[in-house]
């Protein structure tokens, strides 16, 4: 992660709030570390880092677009769905209509960019609210998803296909390789392009973006489609990890992705946040969950401690800003 | 006027405002306005926009309390904190945008906060309907019913709803803002019957309105302001439009404004027949290098949305706009801009600058193609590009990273003007270019568009403040209802010309021609 250029993409819009921000969620990652590997000492190991970075690769892939969303001041909720929409179709294409694996790939990836896309088009075009409308297609896909599979799974994938869910490269999760170009690439494209500039103002101000001859429309589309791609790549690295489909997948991603994007200090209302805080927000929740499931924590407290420190940490922002603020 | 006839000054005036003073961060809204009202008296007040009319109304309905000087009503003093204490004084306030609830019904509306009550606090909806039918009887309207739902009706009957609603209330004192902004002239009439009709009653009416010819039809007296003061009462029967208009809009003009004379060029933009209703209507006019187009107008009079369709933000509907000769079709501002237009809005907060991105950031806003390559953005470029802008405009920020929102106002509008400059622009189209900003940043952007007529940009500039249009334009075209009403040549432009224009009231402006 020292691709990550953090000194510049701390200092826009509020320099040293920011930097206070994901300082202090890196400080508190560090403490839950210490703290749960003196708990268990099979947490504290490389192989079982390794492998949290593996479960985490499917929600992470998607919350690098969702950071791009949150940042224009929208929100996508129906990436769970796209999940669900495209590992259905990537079993059904290869299963039911004959095609390569490779072909079926590529159509889920683009039936997810096309999902992604519907969304987009309606909340520039249409004017919806993102909100309503990726609630609407949070429905639809799913239940899009439901229909065509028929509560049927489909296993039995070709080999090959499980490396990329299974294997490891260079002594590294395979997934995990994709999940950090991904990050180095999201991060170098919001900090550095035109493209990432236009997505903070139209966060900070989308009538002043608008007035200043930005493409506001064609970025929040590329957007929106980008998350709907990413949610289909995500489906696929799932599909090839746990080696079947099913309709059900993907059911909730959409609430841990925000969970991640928001506790990295990524602004709900738009114009502020990092890749690389939404990089500390995923380590943050995977880890957590990880760390209490091995101290026996058992799932559902594991939930309620996740979402203390959610609010624990929006308090903490909160009362940094208003202190900022104050001065 | 008959209705004069039986007005008489009677000794103490049912509504009399003392010494009144407001100020706001910056501004002086209101320096010791003075007036008062007489039972059965209709008091109009008159002023340009930013007179101070909407502040000292406010004060009377208890919206904000005055920093100095007093309200008393039937000679005594009352404490104004809130909009509930002034009700209780018995004045009500009918605002321009009225206030109803459009899914209740008429009675409901009338009566709401003080529906009359039967048992167990219950609503007495039969007492309710009945006084609402004494009320609507009471004035004569026959085409209301009490059940009706307000949000079915039109704006003449739904103006007369709230005045009803302030009759309920006993209210003695009536303050209408510019209560025939939004009615067709039949509502006009029927509003000035009901006027006549409170008058005839006792009820003290102060009537704000932009239009002459209004105020001669209905009001007893007038009193105008100017930059918060009180210029001038008179009585309507004792004065004329000519007059009005000329205490209204009668500043000296400071020779402030450093319009040097330029040759001017071929025409940068040429606009035929522009449409976009309803405030863009069959617009044509021409901008040539090097020349300065004042366009003046009352607020509402179209002004920004012409410049905003010309720019692409509401693209035309018909029409023609050619740029330096070229027939163009401009859809967008990203179009606009690279056709070589820059549009420095009205509103520096919501649509100029992005308050919360550092200076740096707002400089290369419109000019990002200018210091990115492929899609990166050159930071050594785009500090350069900030830091010359910083220098050039004379920009007062600690540095290049502060947040652009922390600025004074002035130094915002140079930020916005800087940024738009930076593309080199072909024409630039300013509206309100020193709206709200201290004087010594108004000189320099005066200085500024001076030079930059100089060297040939043409600059099309809206503004509200006429001794600005005057000084700076070599043109001054006027707008009203959408439409170009009158053109002046820089010689023979005077505030009473351009105000007349502005106004609609057709004879002065003939005279003024």
Known sequence: MSEIPLPHSAKRVVPWWLLRHETMLAVILLIALIVLGGLNNRFLTLDNLLNQGRLTTEVGLIALPMTFIIITGGIDLSVGSIVGLCAILLGYSWKNFGFPLPLAICFSLLVGAAAGFLNGIVITRVKVPPLIMTIATLALYRGLAEGISQARSVRGYPEWFYFIGQENLFGVPAQLWLLLIAIVVSAIVLDRTTFGRTLYAIGNNETAARFSGLPVDRAKLIIYTLSGFMAGLSACVLVSRVTTTRSDMGIGYELDVIAAVVLGGTSIFGGVGTIWGTVVGLAMIQLLKNGLALTGVKGDATIVVIGTVLILSTLVASSLQRRREGI | ?513
């Open chain 2, 1 to 513: 006027m008959t209705a004069s006839a039986h007005y008489a000054p009677p000794t103490t005036p049912l509504l009399s405002v003392r010494a009144i003073e407001k100020s706001f961060p910056g501004v002086r809204a209101l320096s010791g306005v003075s007036f008062d009202a007489a039972r059965g008296e209709v008091h109009a007040l008159l002023g340009e926009n930013g007179a101070g009319k909407s502040t000292l109304i406010k004060i009377v309905s208890g919206v904000f309390p005055p920093d100095r000087g007093e309200v008393l009503v039937g000679g005594k003093a009352v404490d104004l904190a809130r909009p509930d204490d002034a009700r209780r004084a018995g004045i009500a306030t009918i605002y321009q945008e009225l206030l109803l609830f459009p899914e209740l019904t008429v009675a409901e509306n009338i009566f709401m906060g003080h529906a009359p009550r039967a048992g167990l606090r219950r609503i007495d909806w039969r007492a309710m309907r009945e006084k609402t039918n004494a009320l609507l009887a009471s004035l004569e309207i026959h085409d209301l019913e009490a059940e009706r739902v307000v949000g079915t009706l039109s704006v003449g009957n739904r103006q007369r709803v709230e005045i009803l609603r302030a009759l309920s209330q006993d209210a003695r004192i009536l303050i209408m803002d510019e209560p025939t902004a939004a009615l067709t002239e039949y509502d006009v009439t029927r509003l000035f019957d009901i006027v006549r009709k409170l008058k005839a009653r006792g009820v003290a009416v102060i009537y704000i309105s932009h239009r002459l010819d209004e105020i001669f039809a209905i009001a007893d007296r007038v009193t105008v302001l100017r930059d918060g003061a009180h210029v001038a009462t008179k009585r309507v029967a004792d004065t004329d439009a000519a007059e009005l208009v000329q205490l209204m809009v009668g500043r000296r003009i400071e020779s402030l404004f450093p319009k040097i004379t330029v040759p001017i060029g071929k025409p940068v933009l040429e606009v035929k027949d522009l449409e976009r209703r309803p405030l863009t209507r069959s617009i044509s006019l021409t901008v040539r290098a090097g020349e300065i187009v004042g366009l003046a107008g009352l607020v509402g009079s179209g002004r920004s949305e012409l410049a905003q369709t010309i720019f692409g933000v509401t693209p035309a509907d018909g029409g023609e706009i050619r740029i330096a000769g070229q027939k163009v079709d401009i859809r967008s501002p990203a179009q606009a801009r690279s056709l070589g237009l820059a549009y420095v809005p009205e509103d520096r907060g919501t649509q100029g600058l992005v308050r919360p991105m550092t200076v740096r950031e707002n400089f290369s806003l419109a000019a990002l193609g200018k210091v990115a390559f492929g899609g990166f953005i050159d930071r050594g470029a785009e500090r350069k590009l900030a830091g010359d802008g910083v220098k050039r405009f004379a920009v007062k920020a600690s540095s290049l990273e502060q947040t652009a929102g922390k600025l004074s106002g002035g130094n915002q509008q140079k930020i916005v003007l800087g940024k738009w400059l930076a593309n080199g622009p072909k024409l630039l189209i300013l509206d309100e270019p020193t709206r709200g900003i201290d004087v010594g940043a108004k000189a320099e952007i005066h200085r500024l568009m001076g030079e930059l007529a100089a060297q040939g940009l043409a600059i099309l500039m809206i503004s509200s403040e006429l001794p600005e249009v005057l000084g700076m334009s070599d043109r001054i075209l006027v707008m009203r209802e959408g439409r170009i009403v009158a053109e002046f040549s820089h010689e023979e432009a005077t505030q009473e010309s351009i105000g007349a224009a502005m106004m609609g009231s057709h004879e002065n402006a003939e005279k003024a021609a």
